[in-house]
T-cell receptor, first 112, second 112 residues
Framework: GQQVMQIPQYQHVQEGEDFTTYCNSS?????IQWYKQRPGGHPVFLIQ?????EVKKQKRLTFQFGEAKKNSSLHITATQTTDVGTYFC????????????FGQGTRLTINP | DGGITQSPKYLFRKEGQNVTLSCEQN?????MYWYRQDPGQGLRLIYY???????QKGDIAEGYSVSREKKESFPLTVTSAQKNPTAFYLC???????????FGPGTRLTVL
């Protein structure tokens, strides 16, 4: 079945450093979504990318969708302690049911 | 996410007992989903429903059952056939005109 691989699994940074997580799908995606889960919390939707090569920004967060619509990345510039959590990508399949396939997530911890 | 409730937050059961997890939403969403999350892993889809009185198996449906008698409610039963039921269970819903999923706060099930 379709797989969505996400790396790295863990990332520890000093506050103020940048952070990037990468997502790769075995098949072409209709769109890709990103979610953030704070420690002890539940996933919260961040953004959706639909177009090939699309780039979207939310303040210090930059999201990219690859040209082939098989990979994506999330980059955080100058991390802050509020960025702590696990970031998940989730791909929506083109064919088949309208269901998301989640990556394993990247857990970000920050040293203040 | 305030429109989706899951109860209880923590649940303890003895091995061999069936247990039902509640999920209610007042967002008027048609689609609802159940995911399982294990430590350090992503979300795995158990069951989903796109309309009342209809539901489909996800990737790890064995040992679980669901019902969708009302639009607002999508309870999940963890049966004694589920070999490793201890996990964090997340319910989500989605409006048909959107792809974003809204998650409930989750239920942490521990089987002793």
């Amino acid at each position: 079945g379709q797989q969505v691989m996400q790396i790295p699994q863990y990332q520890h940074v000093q506050e103020g450093e940048d952070f990037t997580t990468y997502c790769n799908s075995s098949t072409t995606l209709s769109n890709i979504q990103w979610y953030k889960q704070r420690p002890g919390g539940h996933p919260v939707f961040l953004i959706q990318l639909v177009k090939s090569g699309e780039v979207k920004k939310q303040k210090r967060l930059t999201f990219q969708f690859g040209e082939a619509k098989k990979n994506s990345s999330l980059h955080i510039t100058a991390t802050q302690t509020t960025d702590v959590g696990t970031y998940f990508c989730a791909g929506l399949r083109i064919q088949g049911a309208q269901k998301l396939v989640f990556g394993q997530g990247t857990r970000l911890t920050i040293n203040p | 996410d305030g429109g989706i409730t899951q109860s209880p937050k923590y649940l303890f059961r003895k091995e061999g007992q069936n247990v039902t997890l509640s999920c209610e939403q007042n967002l008027n969403h048609d689609a609802m989903y159940w995911y399982r999350q294990d430590p350090g892993q992503g979300l795995r889809l158990i069951y989903y429903s796109q309309i009342v009185n209809d539901f489909q198996k996800g990737d790890i449906a064995e040992g679980y059952s669901v019902s969708r008698e009302k639009k607002e409610s999508f309870p999940l039963t963890v049966t004694s056939a589920q070999k490793n039921p201890t996990a964090f269970y997340l319910c989500a819903s989605r409006g048909l005109a959107m792809n974003e999923q809204f998650f409930g706060p989750g239920t942490r099930l521990t089987v002793l």
